[in-house]
T-cell receptor, first 115, second 118 residues
Framework: AQSVTQPDIHITVSEGASLELRCNYS??????LFWYVQSPGQGLQLLLK??????LVQGIKGFEAEFKRSQSSFNLRKPSVHWSDAAEYFC?????????????FGIGTKLQVIP | GAGVSQSPSNKVTEKGKDVELRCDPI?????LYWYRQSLGQGLEFLIY????????KSGLPSDRFSAERTGGSVSTLTIQRTQQEDSAVYLC????????????????FGAGSRLTVL
């Protein structure tokens, strides 16, 4: 069974500082990986995805993530955080099984940005 | 429609009452997912539809929960005899359902229905 671990439930960073949110997945084959962001009272918005190819993927809002197969990780990074980045971030792993795409989410990391 | 639409956005009900939550997916999306988001629990998979059939309903927590989809479009999640532990945000997502060139596709989420059971 596939699973996702986000070890940090809460992270606080200063505005302008760099950010790295950790994500580790468990899946036997090459996974499909996603990062979503959820602002308060909103649904989930896709930040970026990895399906194949270049292991460093760029997303919206200046975010990037790197797929490291050897570490089973897909960490999200941003070089300089803005106050508007305060939200909850979810890592997810997808796979096809029995003809349908199963997507499993992590527990989420809540990001607080301080001035 | 342009996005995934869910209604109601907020629902407060008394313990023991039945509730229905509705999801209107993106037009043309054949795959539809329901997830539950409880405080500190992340997103818990409930059920998946491909067209009108539900090949995976393994995440439904009890027989009080059921879902249907009609016309390959709108889906309704029904919770009977609600309990306080059912309080959560129920999220619906849809996708094209077809395996893309890289073998996967993106889920697009609605804003969710917040259910509070008193």
């Amino acid at each position: 069974a596939q699973s996702v671990t986000q070890p940090d439930i809460h992270i606080t960073v200063s505005e302008g500082a760099s950010l790295e949110l950790r994500c580790n997945y468990s899946y036997g084959a090459t996974p499909y990986l996603f990062w979503y962001v959820q602002s308060p009272g909103q649904g989930l918005q896709l930040l970026l995805k990895y399906f194949s190819g270049d292991t460093l993927v760029q997303g919206i809002k200046g975010f990037e993530a790197e797929f490291k197969r050897s570490q089973s990780s897909f960490n999200l990074r941003k070089p300089s955080v803005h106050w508007s980045d305060a939200a909850e971030y979810f890592c997810a792993v997808g796979s096809f099984s029995g003809g349908y795409q199963k997507v499993t989410f992590g527990i989420g990391t809540k990001l607080q940005v301080i001035p | 429609g342009a996005g995934v639409s869910q209604s109601p956005s907020n629902k407060v009900t008394e313990k023991g009452k039945d509730v229905e939550l509705r999801c209107d997916p993106i037009s043309g999306h054949t795959a539809l997912y329901w997830y539950r988001q409880s405080l500190g629990q992340g997103l818990e998979f409930l059920i998946y539809f491909q067209g009108n059939s539900a090949p995976d309903k393994s995440g439904l927590p009890s027989d009080r929960f059921s879902a249907e989809r009609t016309g390959g479009s709108v889906s309704t999640l029904t919770i009977q005899r609600t309990q306080q532990e059912d309080s959560a945000v129920y999220l619906c997502a849809s996708s094209s359902g077809y395996r893309g060139p890289y073998g996967a596709n993106v889920l697009t989420f609605g804003a969710g229905s917040r259910l509070t059971v008193l």
